[in-house]
């Protein structure tokens, strides 16, 4: 059983950066997929990046290409996403999730953080 916990949300400017960061116990970090997800008000959750067990494969919406980056440190059992340029869509719930298997542009896994919530202001 695998935990997480988000940190690292909260209010900007449009135009400004956060950095979230997941920190995961209780299992071995190495082993999971890693992703991050939202979900803003009245919409559906949806997939916003994910990066391969070591960090050799990395995918993202393509709404947040060029500004977003997800990146992991096996070391900390952490993973982390850069958000830069932040738009007012990018206002949502981020969540931290960890899963078996492979890297997709999904929302199937197997674990999940409580959520951080970004709010951008425009």
């Known amino acids: 059983q695998v935990q997480l916990v988000e940190s690292g949300g909260g209010l900007v400017q449009a135009g400004g950066s956060l950095r979230l960061s997941c920190a995961a116990s209780?299992?071995?970090?190495?082993?999971?997929?890693m992703g991050w997800l939202r979900q803003a008000p009245g919409k559906e959750r949806e997939f916003v990046a994910v990066?391969?067990?070591?960090?050799?494969?990395?995918f993202y919406l393509d709404s947040v290409k060029g500004r977003f980056t997800i990146s992991r440190d096996n070391a900390k059992n952490t993973v982390y996403l850069q958000m830069n340029s932040l738009k007012y869509e990018d206002t949502a719930v981020y969540y931290c999730?960890?899963?078996?298997?492979?890297?997709?542009?999904?929302?199937?896994?197997?674990?999940w953080g409580q959520g951080t919530q970004v709010t951008v202001s425009s």
């Open positions: 209780g299992g071995t970090f190495s082993n999971y997929v």
């Open positions: 990066i391969s067990r070591y960090s050799t494969t990395t």
């Open positions: 999730a960890a899963r078996w298997g492979v890297v997709g542009r999904d929302v199937r896994y197997d674990y």
